[in-house]
């Protein structure tokens, strides 16, 4: 793994890290996810078991008909 150095607004960068901790990771952490999806690696590009899991709180209830779906 590189190493890369930037540069931010201390503020910036204080608020970053608790989002971070709130969100139960590191700073560096959040940016490594956040640099994957903007490579184009992020978990809807190819990655649909993955994405699937995350999503498995996600239940409707009941199945939808046909014309319930297409409505909009």
Same mark, same amino acid.
Request: charged share 25%; aromatic share 10%; hydrophobic share 35%.
């Given at each position: $793994?590189?190493?890369?150095?930037? +540069?931010?607004?201390?503020?910036?960068?204080?608020?970053?890290?608790?989002?971070?901790?709130?969100?139960?990771?590191?700073?560096?952490?959040?940016?490594?996810?956040?640099?994957?999806?903007?490579?184009?690696?992020?978990?809807?590009?190819?990655?649909?078991?993955?994405? $699937?899991?995350?999503?498995t709180y996600a239940r409707p209830g009941r199945p939808? +008909?046909?014309?319930?779906?297409?409505?909009?």
């Amino acid at each position: $793994m590189k190493n890369i150095t930037f +540069s931010a607004d201390p503020t910036l960068i204080q608020k970053a890290r608790e989002q971070a901790r709130k969100a139960g990771m590191t700073l560096n952490d959040a940016f490594r996810q956040w640099l994957g999806a903007f490579a184009g690696q992020g978990p809807g590009d190819g990655n649909y078991q993955d994405l $699937m899991k995350r999503l498995t709180y996600a239940r409707p209830g009941r199945p939808f +008909s046909r014309q319930e779906l297409n409505e909009r």
